[in-house]
């Protein structure tokens, strides 16, 4: 597995742990306000997870995951920490706030959160992505630059982060499994 251009992806820490456990493969985007009027595009395919801490609440997760947003603090600020690496698996635009809802039990974000992404902005709905998540051996801390700041999902990362190693936190089978529920509650092509 090679990364060729050091992409990386914007999301609250809370959903990239997890992604980062396997407890969900789904990441649920609207979009960040620096994305403009078009919203949230898949833009890349293979990125690095990229942690945030901003605008995250224990209201923002199910319950049974707020014990663990409380446990997780910025471990060193004024720098991220990059542990895990994602590949597009799928992905789709939900327009019904009905199958959006049957996913409750394939991410931790709370009702009103994702209602409120749905109903954002001038178009409804959200884009969801199946994602297939690697742990790297050991993290790497990477300057928080200015240049990632802001609300956007998208940033390329200013240094190489080694992909040599990687391995997938769930395999192919129970990857599989989830992969094909989430496509049967939403009606993708499998």
Known sequence: MRSSDNKAFKEWAIVCRALATGSQILILRKGGVAEGPRGFEVTDRQFFLYPTYLHQSPTSVVSNWRDEMGRLVDPAPGQIEIGHYAIVSSWLRIRSLETLKALRKHHIL?????????????????????????????????????????????????????????????????????????????????
């Open 110 to 190: 709370s009702d009103a959160v994702v209602e409120e992404r749905f109903h954002r902005w001038e178009q409804e709905g959200v884009t969801a992505l199946m994602v297939r998540v690697y742990a790297l051996p050991r993290p790497v801390m990477v300057p928080e630059l200015e240049s990632y700041a802001g609300c956007k999902s998208w940033l390329t990362l200013a240094e190489q982060v080694p992909l040599d190693g990687v391995q997938p936190v769930l395999g192919d089978a129970p990857f599989q499994a989830k992969l094909d529920q989430i496509k049967a509650l939403t009606g993708a092509i499998p």
